[in-house]
């Protein structure tokens, strides 16, 4: 499989360039030159596999012959052992909701089903066999955990994670700062989800400083992650035994649902992908008036998405401008130059084809996470709550699957103001999380960051 940057189509990569690099050189994105179609009898013929027969079929489009489709299947049974359900994902009926539970890994967010994979990928890649990776990531609460449970201990590799002090719930910063070994370090940065991100992205832009410490990427951005969500997009549909199905995704970076739309892309009759938002709404703003304008990112009870620069949505605009790389990059320019660009009512208008957004407030979600337990005495994370909010607004659209996408105990303080009741930790994660945590304080800078990590690796 081949591989460009969405800011020019000359540009060609493999897919271990793609893993390690995790953003393009030019600054762009990396996005497959071509993508693999089914038809419907190839789709049909998908059904009846297993979650991760599924899994290495579809995943295999995308890193064949970097990973041999023999060695995939290897590294995702190995990868999905650590979960506590048999198929990965859980399909649920609560009331008229169809809820796909993806929080049955080993930190309770959606995000160990990438991360597992991705961990195992570095391994059959053997890029860290000679010399040492240093992985940097920025989380917004729920990436960072399940990148050190992927990667905690792993030979060769160091793993940096940035996360803003004091903005992610307690037990997410507790799961974070208490499981990982010791070629894990947990940095605090005195900012925003959007500042630690800034500084990741700057990072992998600074040539000599990335090469200095051989430097890998980890983030949402990283195309690996995108391929593994594919795979439930695809798992749950099959599941619903039905046609025309939409999706209603709670989204923050936009990369979860940028996976749907991909799904879509290789030929699964999806209907609609709803995006919920919270009151960080750039992406419902700018699926609704065409204006891309990042605001100061508030704090809310949904803190994985709290997040104004969206970074995947470059992906998306990619299609929608008809492949025209340097529309991409000259929208890119506009955002950097002035903190905006406008899409037109055409392109618009094709956004709209596959997508509806929606902007669920703080009130909204709790009175569902209400709702949702006094009808059915079942209890849903925040986030998902915003997906079930988001699905009920275009109720029209008929059936929707939408993505459960933590386990309500990483943000037990909500549930507890919401329904009043103290949530149990889940077994695995009860003899970690009492461990004392630790964690340093950085200010929102790019040159403490990086004084921070050459001091780590000396
Ligand atoms: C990361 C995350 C999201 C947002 O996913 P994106 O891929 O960034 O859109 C939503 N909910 C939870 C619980 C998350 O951890």
Redesign the pocket.
């Known amino acids: 499989m081949e591989y460009i940057s969405t800011r020019d189509k000359n540009l060609s990569f493999n897919f271990k360039d793609v893993f390690l690099r995790g953003l393009a050189p030019d600054g762009g994105l990396f996005i497959p030159k071509e993508i693999r179609t089914y038809n419907e009898l190839e789709i049909k013929t998908l059904r009846s596999l297993s979650y991760t027969d599924l899994a290495t079929e579809i995943i295999s489009n995308f890193c064949i012959p970097d990973i041999k489709k023999n060695d995939l299947k290897k590294v995702i049974k190995k990868s999905y052992e650590s979960f506590t359900t048999k198929d990965v994902i859980k399909i649920k009926k609560i009331g008229d909701i169809n809820l796909v539970e993806l929080y049955h890994g080993p930190t309770l967010?959606?995000?160990d089903i990438a991360m597992q994979v991705i961990g195992h990928m570095y391994d059959n890649l053997q890029v860290a066999k000679t010399k040492t990776v240093n992985i940097v990531v920025a989380t917004?609460?729920?990436?960072g955990s399940a990148a050190i449970a992927a990667l905690s201990n792993k030979k060769n590799i160091n793993l940096f994670v940035l996360h803003p002090h004091n903005k992610i719930s307690n037990i997410q910063r507790k799961i974070m700062t208490t499981i990982g070994g010791d070629n894990i370090y947990n940095i605090a940065i005195e900012g925003s989800f959007d500042d630690c991100q800034k500084i990741v992205k700057g990072l992998f832009n600074d040539n000599s400083f990335r090469e200095k410490i051989n430097m890998s990427g980890v983030n949402?951005i990283n195309w690996a992650r995108i391929i593994c969500q594919i795979v439930y997009y695809f798992y749950s549909f099959f599941k619903m035994k039905k046609n025309n199905i939409s999706f209603s995704v709670?989204?923050?970076?936009?990369?979860?649902?940028y996976a749907g739309y991909i799904a879509k892309k290789m030929g699964l009759p999806i209907n609609k992908l709803i995006v919920a938002t919270n009151k960080n709404d750039i992406l419902q703003r700018v699926i609704n008036t065409g204006e891309y304008k990042p605001d100061k990112v508030k704090q809310t009870i949904t803190p994985?998405?709290d997040?104004q620069v969206a970074s995947n949505f470059e992906r998306l605009l990619y299609y929608i401008l008809d492949e025209n790389d340097s529309r991409v990059g000259s929208l890119m320019n506009d955002l950097s130059s002035k903190n905006s660009f406008n899409l037109e009512k055409k392109e618009i208008n094709e956004i709209k084809k596959d997508f509806e957004a929606v902007k669920i407030t703080d009130e909204e979600t709790v009175s569902i996470i209400e709702e949702i337990y006094k009808k059915h005495k079942f209890i849903i994370?925040p986030?998902t709550a915003t997906g079930v909010g988001a699905a009920q607004s275009f109720k029209n659209i008929g059936d929707t699957v939408v993505l459960g996408?933590?386990h309500p105990y990483k943000f037990r303080d909500t549930i507890k103001k919401a329904i009043g009741k103290n949530l149990e930790s889940p077994e695995h994660l009860k003899l970690n999380i009492d461990k004392k945590e630790t964690f340093d304080i950085i200010s929102n800078s790019s040159l403490e960051v990086k004084n921070y990590i050459l001091g780590k690796i000396q």
């Open positions: 967010a959606f995000k917004s609460g729920d990436t949402s709670p989204t923050g970076n936009f990369g979860d649902i994985s998405m997040i994370d986030h996408t933590a």
